[in-house]
T-cell receptor
Framework: GQQVMQIPQYQHVQEGEDFTTYCNSS?????IQWYKQRPGGHPVFLIQ?????EVKKQKRLTFQFGEAKKNSSLHITATQTTDVGTYFC???????????FGAGTRLFVKA | DSGVTQTPKHLITATGQRVTLRCSPR?????VYWYQQSLDQGLQFLIQ???????AKGNILERFSAQQFPDLHSELNLSSLELGDSALYFC?????????????FGPGTRLTVL
């Protein structure tokens, strides 16, 4: 079945350093979504990518969708303590209904 | 505030018992999803309903069942509870439940089985 792998599982950074999390699917995706879950909170939608090779930016966050629509990345420039939390990618198979979440990357930022 | 409500916020019960978790989707959203998140783990998709009908099924145990009512609220029933069922249960809703679609998560119900 469809699998969405996300790496790394954990990342510790010093405030001001950059951070990247990667998401890889075993199958072609129709779209990919990114969510952020703060400690003790619920997942909150960040962005959705639909087109092959798409790149979107939200302030210090840059999201990419691979040309083959099988991988994606989230890059945070100059991390801040407010960036702490777990970042999940979620992908849906082309023509399918199930959205599969990656295991998440937990980001720790040291001030 | 996502607009998705879940009750109760916390639930403590004993092994072997049965509980019902309730979810009200955002106004106008037709699709409801249920997820299980064990301590420091990822989101395990359980089941999705769209406008009252089951749309997709994940790794939902036979002891678990769900339904979506005509007013679009949903309930997740967990029976013969085991210690391993202790987790956060999230409900999410989306406008259509089709592709592409953003999911809006509720605050979750924390279930503790003693």
């Amino acid at each position: 079945g469809q699998q969405v792998m996300q790496i790394p599982q954990y990342q510790h950074v010093q405030e001001g350093e950059d951070f990247t999390t990667y998401c890889n699917s075993s199958t072609t995706l129709s779209n990919i979504q990114w969510y952020k879950q703060r400690p003790g909170g619920h997942p909150v939608f960040l962005i959705q990518l639909v087109k092959s090779g798409e790149v979107k930016k939200q302030k210090r966050l840059t999201f990419q969708f691979g040309e083959a629509k099988k991988n994606s990345s989230l890059h945070i420039t100059a991390t801040q303590t407010t960036d702490v939390g777990t970042y999940f990618c979620a992908g849906r198979n082309t023509g399918g209904f199930k959205t599969i979440f990656g295991a998440g990357t937990r980001l720790f930022v040291k001030a | 505030d996502s607009g998705v409500t879940q009750t109760p916020k916390h639930l403590i019960t004993a092994t072997g018992q049965r509980v019902t978790l309730r979810c009200s989707p955002r106004s106008g959203d037709l699709s409801v999803y249920w997820y299980q998140q064990s301590l420091d783990q990822g989101l395990q998709f359980l089941i999705q309903y769209y406008n009252g009908e089951e749309r997709a099924k994940g790794n939902i145990l036979e002891r678990f069942s769900a339904q979506q009512f005509p007013d679009l609220h949903s309930e997740l029933n967990l029976s013969s509870l085991e210690l391993g069922d202790s987790a956060l249960y999230f409900c999410a809703s989306s406008p259509h439940g089709t592709d592409p679609d953003t999911q809006y998560f509720g605050p979750g119900t924390r279930l503790t089985v003693l």
